[in-house]
C-alpha cells in the first residue's frame, strides 16, 4: 500500500535520509537506492513511497517519488555524490523556477477563472436580486480567502516538512464556496496541480456548482436548487 509523507531529512553525500509519514507515524528511513523520479529529492519534499522492511525487520521506504509530479524514472538520480561534490544544478533548477516564476499563461488561465465564476456568480446575484439571499455571494467572498490561505499554508509546511493540512479540509472549503480561491492558489503556488486524485474531487466541486446554479437560473431550481436550499434551511 502507498503512504504519503514528507522528506524530513536528507544526507545527498552519504544517500539516505528519512520520511515524517503524514499519519504521524514514526520516520521511517529511504535509501537513495529506492528514489524513482528524474531528479533528486530535497528537503521538505512531498512524496508518496511503499513502506517495507530491510534483512532485520526495520521498517524503510521502497520505491519514493515525488508526491505531486508524473515523470520519467532517470537511473542517474539514484547514484550517490561523490564526497564534497555538490549535487549538479539540474536537479535543483527546475524546483526553482517552479516556485519563483509565478503564474505560468496567465492570460488564459485568468479567462478560465473568469467564465467558470461567470454562471456561479450571476446566479447569487439573482439569488439575492429575487429573494433578498445574500449568504451565497458572501460564501463565495469569504471561502475563496479561506481557501487561498489554507493553500497557502499546507504549501508552506510541505516546505517546512511541517503537519499538513488534510485534503479533505480543502475540498470541504472549496465545495463551501471557496473553490475560485483555491484555483487561484494552486497556479500561484504551483500546489496540487499535478495529483490527479486531487484534481479529481476538485473539478467535480466546480461542476457541482455550475449545475447548481445553471438549473438555478435556466429552471428555476427545479431540479438541483429546491433540493439544496431545502437541506441549507
Same mark, same amino acid.
Do not use: E, N, P, Y
Given at each position: 500500500m502507498e503512504c504519503r509523507g514528507v522528506l524530513r531529512s536528507w544526507d545527498d553525500d552519504k544517500g539516505f535520509g528519512f520520511i515524517r509519514p503524514d499519519d504521524a507515524a514514526a520516520d521511517v528511513f529511504m535509501h537513495i537506492s529506492a528514489l +524513482?523520479? &528524474?531528479r533528486r529529492l530535497l528537503k521538505g519534499d512531498q512524496v508518496i513511497y511503499v513502506l517495507g522492511q530491510d534483512e532485520r525487520g526495520r521498517l524503510r521506504a521502497e520505491h519514493v517519488r515525488l508526491a505531486d509530479q508524473l515523470s520519467i524514472d532517470r537511473p542517474s538520480v539514484r547514484r550517490k555524490a561523490k564526497t564534497g561534490q555538490r549535487e549538479p544544478a539540474k536537479w535543483v533548477t527546475p524546483r526553482v523556477v517552479s516556485e519563483q516564476g509565478g503564474i505560468r499563461n496567465l492570460s488564459v488561465k485568468l479567462w478560465v $477563472? $473568469? /467564465? *467558470?465564476?461567470c454562471v456561479p456568480l450571476w446566479g447569487a446575484y439573482q439569488l439575492f436580486a429575487d429573494k433578498?439571499?445574500?449568504w451565497a455571494l458572501l460564501a463565495y *467572498?469569504?471561502? /475563496?480567502l479561506i481557501s487561498f490561505g489554507l493553500y497557502w499554508h499546507d504549501k508552506k509546511q510541505a516546505r517546512q516538512g511541517q503537519w499538513r493540512t488534510h485534503e479533505s479540509t480543502l475540498h470541504a472549503v472549496d465545495l463551501a464556496g471557496g473553490w475560485p480561491g483555491a484555483l487561484v492558489a494552486q497556479q500561484? !503556488? +504551483?500546489h496540487k496541480t499535478r495529483k490527479l486524485s486531487f484534481q479529481l474531487v476538485f #473539478? *467535480?466541486?466546480i461542476s457541482a456548482?455550475?449545475? !447548481? #446554479?445553471? &438549473? #438555478? $437560473?435556466? !429552471? &428555476?431550481?427545479?431540479w438541483v436548487g429546491d433540493i439544496l436550499l431545502k $437541506?441549507? +434551511?
Open positions: +524513482r523520479g &528524474d $477563472l $473568469l /467564465s *467558470l465564476c433578498g439571499i445574500i *467572498l469569504l471561502m /475563496s500561484a !503556488f +504551483r #473539478w *467535480l466541486i456548482h455550475q449545475v !447548481f #446554479w445553471i &438549473d #438555478w $437560473l435556466i !429552471f &428555476d431550481g427545479k $437541506l441549507i +434551511r
